[in-house]
Every structure is written in structure tokens, then in C-alpha cells.
């Protein structure tokens, strides 16, 4: 049942999909009325899914690749709820609704029944080292999402042509949306790493620096943490944080991949 709940939402998020590929191309009156409804009621059936397989196996077990991305997706989907109830704009679902469908049409077309793999799986740090991590990861997303509408909406003010981006907010807005999705994923980027060290710390008997998925990890916080002090303190705003925020997502991306290399730190079989 999971399975085919999960199969649901991805049909509602084929709607978003649809939604962001036209909105690119031309205006769709009826697409705009309906994308929102229909990734929320997506996001629903995907909450449905998750909290279903966690009744049937005991706990969910986020180290496997495709319930990771299923968690990945509904975390973004969830952020993008926040943004919309904060500035009423659907303006970032031309990034995200994609990358959500593109994560759970992944999950849908591999995943086997959630299952538990291991007792370590059990842990309540091991979860909770997950689930902060992914949702710094969300956060990036969205931030990511957010300096590429600004780069688009900066290059249409400048050229004068009118489109889609005329219905998108104003630069300051967008450039707000994503300064704070870098402050509400920073914490929690920092917090997931501190519980990973704990655990391998708990499990190895030390901290192996060296093992890639730690070290990219670590250098994935340090861009994070350089993004933040450029807007912070050096006041960078506009494009040069948009193209920060793309290297930090770039570095997330490697640290993600780096889960299929790692010795202590891989993705098991799901």
C-alpha cells in the first residue's frame, strides 16, 4: 500500500510538472489554478505513504537510496508549502515541482516494500542525523530554486520583454526567499552533522575524516557556512549570492553521490 499511495502522488505531481515545463513557455490560466491543488494533494498521499510504511516496518529506514529520496522529496515539497503560505507566490514550483516529481518518479519505479535492513537502523540518532540533514538539503533546494528565478527575472527586467517573469515577484522578494531558506537550513545542516559524528564516533570508535561521504560532508558545510557570512557580512546579494547558492547546491550534490562510494557511510540495498 505504500507503494501504490506513493504512485498516487506521483500522479498529482505530474500536474506541477506540467505546470513548470508551460510556464516556461506560455501561460496556462487553467495549469496555475490547479498545480497548487494538486501538489498539495500529492504531498498528502506522499505523507501517507511515508507514515504507512513506518506503521508496517516499526520505523522508516531513511539509509536506503529510494526512501531517502521519498523523504528528500516531501521535505522540498514541504518547504515549498512555506514559502507559498509566507508570500503567496508559486513562483518556485517552476524549480521545485520538477525535482520533486523527478525524485519520487525514482522512488516509485525502484523501490522495493519498505523494509528495515538492520537493527543500527533502529536508532533514534541515526534518524535524527538523517532527517536534519536532508532537511538542510531541502532548504538548499529551495535556495537554489530561488537564485535561478532571480537570474531569470533580472535578465527579463533587463531586456525588457514581458512572460512569464513579468508574474513573478519583484528581485527583493526572491532574493528574501532565498536568504531565508539558507537560515532555516543552516541550523539544521549543522545539527545533522554533529549527530553523525556522534554516531560514528558511537559505532567506530573515532571519526574517519578521510571516508568520503565525511569529508564532503564537511566541505559541503564550509561552502554552506562561506554562503551565509557572504550575506551576512559582506552583504552579497543578487547574482553573485545566486551563483554561491548554485555552488553550494553543487556541493551537496557531490556529498549526496558520495554515499555510493563510501565504505563506513553507503547507501544499503533497498
Known sequence: MPILWLRVALGCYAVGLLYALLALTQRSHLLNR?????MSLGMVFHFVSLTESVLL?????????????????LLIMAGFMIVYLVYR??????VVFPLVFVLTFVTVTGQQP?????????SSWLFAHIALIFTGYAALFLSFGASILYL??????????????????????IDEIGYRALLLGFPFMTLGLIAGLVIAQATYGRVNLVDPKILLSILMWAVYLVLLYTRWN??????????????ALFSAIV?????????FHGFVQS
Open 152 to 173: 531569470l527575472q533580472e535578465r527579463s527586467l533587463k531586456s525588457k520583454k514581458a512572460g512569464i517573469m513579468s508574474r513573478l515577484p519583484a528581485l527583493e522578494v
Open 34 to 38: 490547479i498545480a497548487l491543488p494538486a
Open 89 to 94: 507566490t508559486t513562483s518556485p514550483g517552476i
Open 234 to 247: 559582506a552583504g552579497w546579494r543578487g547574482r553573485r549570492a545566486a551563483y554561491l547558492a548554485t555552488a
Open 114 to 122: 519498505f523494509l528495515l535492513t538492520s537493527p543500527a537502523v533502529r
Open 255 to 263: 556529498a549526496w553521490a558520495a554515499n555510493y562510494f563510501s565504505v
Open 57 to 73: 516496518s516499526g520505523q522508516l529506514a531513511l539509509t536506503s537510496v529510494h526512501n531517502s529520496e521519498s523523504f528528500l522529496a
